[in-house]
């Protein structure tokens, strides 16, 4: 059987680069934040988009904050898909709010854009689009329908990163974007790791303030916080695998344009990417009345 994923080789290939930088870490002790997660925000952002790069615990901790930071509250609603990870709802749940479900389109897998307006009433406070697999959702039209109601919008890009949309990157289009670094994503860390893109100035120093204990200085608290830092060991992992994430998308992609190509004229139904969208197929998902069977 061929593994879905071996990351055992992936090491293999890269091991040289990530022993030598995961020593650097260790004999500099700087193991927390620090210089090692300010050079991976600064490389994500240069090879991704954004303007404000924010690394932190893992991905579920950058949904939580996001929706934490644009106010959602005990009772407010936000709209999100069937499709993913409970990850998605959980951040939600986490705040006392209301996960409020559309289901998807059966062609992307994406939450169906002309069941979003149904589902606003006066409680409905965001939407959060998740680009599942790594294809993205048409973001113009979830931006016009969150700007014609006053939604804030996040962004969940777990599975997405270097995707883009009418040549803009997802998590730019909205008011935030989050993304996983769990080890088995398109770019994984060797433990739990997340980030955070916003184009905002202000909420960037909100999430860098919340992540660290509502710390504004060494000994000042601010506000409240959370210790949701990003590890430095995961940065330095990250930055050494983010020079190699271009190339291994364009094999991803490659890939399953052959996968695409040659189950073209079986029964099986391939996946769909919509005009002006790149994916970058962190799962190739197909759908099939004989699935057991195929199994």
Not at 54 to 70: D, H, K
Not at 107 to 123: F, V
Not at 164 to 173: A, C, E, K, L, Y
Request: aromatic share 8%; charged share 25%.
């Amino acid at each position: 059987m061929i593994p879905q994923l071996d990351l055992k080789i992936q090491y293999d290939n890269l091991k040289e680069e990530i022993d030598t930088k995961i020593h650097e870490i260790i004999a500099s002790t700087e193991f927390i934040q620090g210089r090692y997660v300010g050079e991976f925000e600064d490389q994500f952002l240069n090879a991704h988009g954004g303007k404000f790069c924010i690394g932190c615990a893992n991905g579920t901790a950058a949904l939580f904050l996001a929706l934490r930071v644009l106010g959602i509250k005990e009772d407010d609603e936000v709209i999100t898909t069937t499709n993913s990870f409970i990850a998605t709802a959980e951040a939600i749940c986490h705040l006392g709010a209301r996960p409020v479900f559309v289901d998807i389109d059966p062609d992307t897998h994406n939450m169906n854009l002309s069941l979003i307006e149904a589902r606003i009433n006066d409680k409905t406070k965001a939407i959060i689009p998740v680009h599942i697999y790594g294809n993205p959702i048409d973001m113009l039209e979830v931006m016009k329908i969150a700007r014609k109601h006053n939604l804030n919008v996040v962004e969940d890009c777990s599975q997405a990163h270097l995707a883009s949309f009418d040549n803009r990157p997802v998590g730019t289009f909205g008011d935030i974007g989050t993304f996983s670094f769990y080890p088995g994503k398109n770019l994984g860390a060797y433990g739990d790791a997340g980030a955070i893109i916003t184009n905002s100035e202000a909420l960037n120093k909100e999430f860098r303030i919340l992540i660290d204990h509502g710390r504004k200085s060494k000994y000042e608290h601010e506000k409240v916080g959370y210790n949701l830092r990003m590890d430095a060991i995961q940065a330095g992992v990250l930055t050494v695998k983010l020079k190699y994430l271009r190339d291994w998308t364009r094999m991803r992609q490659n890939v399953a344009k052959l996968y695409s190509a040659l189950l073209n004229h079986t029964s099986i139904h391939t996946p769909k990417v919509m005009s002006g969208a790149n994916h970058v197929f962190h799962q190739y998902v197909i759908k099939t009345e004989q699935r057991d069977l195929i199994m």
